[in-house]
């Protein structure tokens, strides 16, 4: 009777139980769903064994290009993952744990959420981290929620220059509530700080920027901090993580609340997820943070422990008044996160983001030494930077996917009137080489 | 045990990175730079391994300990599912959104069509969108599906029904998708009360969410009935998938008059939890709701490509920025093919005895609220033990120095004193008669002596720990 050898029960074994229930047959235990309710239908293939199901498996992988040349990013990124990442977050005691609600069989989930929570806090320059959130998207949506209950405003201004998925999962999350969100077109590449001046006023919850953003722009928002404080309203920045080994952190700008998508800390592309969301604010929100947060205390001998801490923000305690309504998060993802930062440490990071920038500059000057090409100069980037094409990205971006180089991310799906521009991703990973195989598939293509 | 950071020795490192084979690029303005570098740990790969290897010997896991967690699934992960899902870990979701991108993602477009096929047919819904990341995420995708179809039809609404015995994320994440709630009480036969539920409808509710079988781990009967109402007020069902994994092969959702469904692939389809995710929720919904799913959608072509389907107007948008957690798809897709219908139809059943098996061997150690036939899991309340001073609390902690990992406490809501244990399909009798042979104890041991109940833990790295403290301090990073 038992075609899944997961379960391990012997028949002997089942009569057994079933006797001691004090019933004959398994299907009686479902006596209480009336017939006229039950499946008509359950046609589903018939199991096979492991070994059938991997080679399964390996043939759908097997039918995705492999050796694909990655030049694009759009806030997933190609980037090393030291071994050590996989071998210690490939520890069943942490994958197949669940949400440390019980903390005393748990301190090895808690304690790694707590450093956690530290590396996000000491990256960003904000006080207070949650234990993670769903991807970056979702981490924008969840700011501007925590911006509106903060403020008990009902207006978020978006810069057009975040990224164009996070700004429609923002707007998906917001679209039925009486929120009013108003989106500034970039002016070159930039925020347009004419328009969000014209429009800050005292109806404005909060500003949602990106640095760098998603043109590859890196910008500088201690002013802008200053001018939407002034106005009582917050700012919210999306950032990338390995920008920050070298960039002005979101806290030494006057940034409120920092976002990001933490799948470049460790986490493989994944054809997009799992990855993680996170968020780190200043320490007067913590009450108004999302998701779990880990917090430091001791038991009755004073040794020192750690828990999840201000339940009664959450919904298994305060319901429909929860400050989201988030249970599972991505705390695995999360626990790559941290291994991976701890791996490239202090110092490593630094020069992996300096690394990163030196590749992107290289292909810089390669590109724009392509006739009929031009790149945006005078702003600095970091690892991505926008060209403008003598003709539409589009054609020359599925002409180089010919030749396995995904060339960039072209923009006239996301922005009117851009057509011919593309944005170009270079990490650590892409050697010399293959920037100079990248520069001279480009030249070839515009020459047709 | 010390942090991470306090292991910090300046100087030292865990990577060496590739050299640059670039010209070093023109230091950044200053203004643009960080003043200092982050404050990361820095220490040698051998000490980083054995950081992180003694954290992980501080938890309980499926892997090591019975988890008899309520409303978790918490059922063995095969390895094999790991490996699969590894293999597509170098591929950038960006291709498949780039102009004539899909061509090269065949495999892992083709796959997120498949696992949406086989839910359907699990499910009995049409449609399925792949992109919400957890359970609740899915509900809340449901609700914002909910309100664009009736948005769709010249109507707003304002109201979301709710059971109380609901999960909490049902309330939560109707009230973040814009609703009020409704909670109608349970009745004494352990299922929402049906004349309390007529009276709280009316033509302003938008949906009612419903978790079958519930918290209390039992079967509506009435649910095909509770539907028509609801229809009737032009209000639709919603189902919430935590508890699928009782009624596989059993009961379609689909089919008992639901109109929108998650699934909570980490529970049913065997993927690993985590310590805390990632899940992943993907959302069925009928006919009448296809048009506002989620973007972007994968369909099939004339040629049998699988492609991105044109974006339609009625789209409630994205609710992430890909595809959803692919990986953890992936794991999912490989345990459902690998099972196959037989295989899924054992998972419901055994799940289901498993659980009547340890209600039956403990209804007389503790007090049962509801005492019927249970479907996955068995609700118990420590009413009894409460009489001699032992909280659900206390027999928990026990459990945790007897190296069980406890059920779920204190939830429901409506069981004083809740006890809600979970052993799903893939567990041994021998293992659930030890486990049942402990919480025999625990009820021996809170009548004779008590006081050895509210002292557990002992034999852990930590006792009981002070929450009040950790919620006045709020230390949630580590200073310097």
């Known amino acids: 009777m038992n075609d899944n050898h997961y379960c391990p029960h012997t028949p002997e074994e089942i009569s057994e139980m079933l006797s001691i229930i004090g019933i004959s047959s398994v299907e009686e235990l479902f006596a209480a769903i009336p017939g006229e309710l039950r499946a008509k239908s359950f046609n589903l293939p018939p199991g096979i064994s492991e070994f059938e199901t991997f080679d399964r498996m390996k043939a759908i992988a097997g ?64 006080d207070v981290s949650n234990a993670s959130l769903y991807d970056g998207g979702t981490a924008c949506a969840e700011a501007a929620m925590m911006a509106l209950r903060v403020t008990g405003r009902n207006r978020i201004i978006i810069d057009g220059c975040v990224n164009p998925f996070s700004r429609q999962v923002l707007k998906t999350y917001l679209f039925n509530l009486d929120v009013d969100i108003v989106e500034i077109p970039p002016l070159d590449g930039q925020l347009n700080r004419n328009a969000l001046t014209e429009m800050l006023d005292d109806s404005v919850a909060a500003v949602l ?58 986490n493989p592309l994944s054809f997009g997820g799992p990855s993680f969301g996170f968020i780190a604010a200043r320490k007067t929100f913590i009450r108004n943070m999302p998701g779990r947060i880990i917090g430091e205390t001791v038991d009755k001998q004073g040794r020192r422990g750690f828990v999840l801490t201000l339940q009664a923000r959450e919904q298994h305690i305060k319901r429909q008044k929860a400050t989201s309504n988030i249970c599972s998060n991505q705390g695995l993802c999360a626990l790559r996160g941290l291994i991976f930062l701890s791996s490239v440490g202090k110092s490593g990071l630094a020069e992996m983001a300096i690394l990163n920038r030196d590749k992107a500059e290289y292909a810089k000057s390669q590109i724009s030494g392509i ?39 072209p923009l006239g799906q996301y922005y009117e009137g851009s057509e011919n521009f593309l944005v170009v991703t270079v990490t650590e990973k892409r050697t010399r080489k293959e920037i100079d195989c990248l520069v001279k598939s480009l030249e070839e293509a515009l020459c047709n | 045990m010390q942090l991470i950071y306090e292991q910090s020795v300046s100087g030292r490192r865990g990577v060496k990175l590739p050299a640059s084979d670039v010209p070093s ?55 094999v599912l ?83 015995s609901s999960h909490g994320t049902n309330p939560a994440s109707a009230a973040i998708a814009g609703y009020e709630i409704i909670t109608v009480p349970t009745a004494p036969y352990g299922d929402m009360d049906l004349d309390l539920f007529r009276q709280a409808m009316n033509d302003e509710v938008a949906a009612v969410m ?60 065997g993927t690993p939890h985590g310590g805390g995710g990632p899940g992943s929720g993907p959302v069925g919904v009928k006919k009448a709701l296809a048009p ?55 998972v419901s059943e055994q799940a289901v005895l498993n659980a009547n098996y340890i209600k039956e061997r403990l209804r007389d150690y503790y007090e049962l609220p509801y005492d019927k036939t249970c479907m996955h899991e ?59 042979e402990v919480m025999i104890e625990a009820a021996k041991t809170a009548e004779s002596n008590p006081q050895a109940l509210h002292e557990a833990p002992l034999t852990m790295p930590v006792g009981r720990l002070d929450e009040t403290k950790a919620a006045r301090e709020q230390n949630v990073c580590c200073a310097g």
Do not use: W
């Not at chain 1, 404080?229 to 990338?240: F, M």
């Not at chain 2, 359907?120 to 990341?133: A, S």
């Open chain 1, 63 to 126: 039918e995705n290009k492999s050796d694909m040349l990655n030049f694009i990013g759009g806030g997933f990124y190609d980037h090393i993952i030291p071994a050590a990442v996989d071998h210690l977050s490939g520890r069943a005691e942490f994958y197949t744990a669940y949400t440390p609600y019980q903390p005393e069989c748990s301190q090895g989930t808690l304690q790694a959420l707590f450093e956690y929570q530290t590396a996000i806090c000491r990256l960003t320059g904000l």
């Open chain 1, 209 to 266: 920027v990106q640095n760098p953003n998603f043109f590859g722009c890196i910008d500088e928002f201690t002013e802008l901090a200053a001018q939407i404080h002034a106005k009582q309203a917050l700012l919210i920045a999306s950032v990338y993580p390995i920008s920050l080994g070298i960039l002005k952190s979101p806290g030494e700008m006057g940034v409120d609340i920092a976002v990001g998508d933490g799948q470049s800390l460790g």
């Open chain 1, 371 to 409: 006739p009929g090409v031009t790149v945006l100069q005078g702003i600095p980037t970091f690892n991505e930077f926008t060209v403008a094409l003598p003709q539409s990205a589009d054609l020359v971006v599925s002409a180089l996917l010919k030749k396995n180089i995904a060339a960039g991310v």
């Open chain 2, 25 to 79: 690029a023109a230091c950044l303005p200053k203004n643009l730079l960080r003043s200092e570098a982050a404050g990361l740990p820095e220490l040698s790969e051998l000490d980083l391994v054995r950081h992180f290897t003694r954290l992980s010997r501080r938890n309980f896991s499926v892997d090591t300990n019975f988890y008899p967690l309520g409303s978790c699934s918490m059922k063995y992960n095969a390895k």
């Open chain 2, 82 to 164: 790991e490996n699969s899902a590894a293999l597509f870990a170098p591929f950038h979701p960006m291709t498949a959104l780039l102009p004539g991108g899909e061509e090269y993602c065949q495999g892992t477009l083709g796959m997120l069509y498949d696992l949406g096929q086989l839910l359907t047919d699990i499910t009995g819904m049409d449609e399925v969108t792949t992109q919400p990341l957890a359970g609740a995420h899915g509900e809340m995708t449901g609700i914002l599906l909910i309100s664009a179809y009736h948005r769709a039809r010249g109507k707003k609404k304002k109201y979301v029904v709710v059971p109380d």
């Open chain 2, 210 to 269: 419903m978790t079958c079988p519930n918290t209390l781990g039992l079967f509506n009967p009435h649910i095909k009935e509770i539907s028509d109402i609801a229809h009737s007020h032009d209000a639709l069902m919603y189902y919430d998938g935590a508890n699928l994994n009782a009624i596989m092969g059993k009961v379609k959702p689909g089919d008992v008059g639901f109109d929108v469904i998650h699934v909570n692939l980490h529970k049913t389809f």
């Open chain 2, 292 to 346: 506002f799913l989620p973007q972007p959608r994968i369909v099939m072509d004339d040629e049998g490509k699988f492609v991105m389907e044109s974006v339609k107007s009625g789209t409630i948008g994205r609710t992430a920025n890909f595809f959803g957690n692919f990986g953890v798809m992936a794991k999912a897709y490989a345990y459902i093919i690998m099972l196959g219908r037989e295989g899924l139809i054992n």
């Open chain 2, 378 to 436: 068995c609700v118990f309340s420590a009413s009894r033990q409460l009489e001699h001073g032992v909280h659900a609390i206390d027999i928990s902690k026990f459990l945790i120095d007897r190296g069980y990992h406890p059920p779920t406490v204190y939830f429901p809501m409506i069981v004083k004193e809740a006890i809600m244990i979970e052993p799903t399909e893939t567990e041994s009798k021998a293992t659930m008669d030890a486990f049942i």
